[in-house]
């Protein structure tokens, strides 16, 4: 794996030595929000690295490590793009640290790995920054992408057993300001996904127990 230098950072492929730094860095109030992990930030950063499909670098400034950023492929049929996630030790915040790492993983996705599209949590670290990049539409981090896969192995409309090519649905739509979330995310076949978002079809029920009905169901929410 290569290094990739950018204006003031350099992103470098993480090794075992780091892990007592981005422990620290993780245990930071500011990056445990996002990025959770428990009373153990070692282990948490371990499985990090063991995160498969993932391609993770150590962030650099002056020498120091500040932070992680981490890439996979989105495959989905139509939607092939690059995902990214980054957090930054706190400390360094305000000095475009973010912005440089972000900037500068973008462009080794976009000439050497072809990608036209990529997105980033837009909750990430410098937010105006990644605007610049990425509309904020509908990145679904890898944690949570895994969590989905779990709960929903099959279409999560009741009676469909469809576990080919499933696509992940907010049910509050992002331009309705739904949220990428567990509880207002599922996994829905493309014929019910379609069904969905151009039929007008509802979504009843909580997470974890959904369903969707057409729009003349005689039982609605
Ligand atoms: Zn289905």
Redesign the pocket.
Known sequence: MTILQGESVRLRPATLDDVPELARVRATPEVQRRWRGGDDMVAAVLEDFREQDTTAYVIELDGRVVGWIQWQAEEEPDYRHASMDIYVDPAVHGRGVGTDAVRTLARHLIDDHGYHRLTIDPAADNAAAIRAYTKPTRTIPAKLRKALEARYPT?G?RG?A?DQFLEIDHVVPVADRGCTEIGNVWR??S??HRLKTYGGWIVIGQNGDRDLVPPDDPDPP
Do not use: A, G, S
Request: charge should be neutral; proline fraction near 0%.
């Open positions: 279409c409309v469909c469809n829905l076949c014929h019910h």
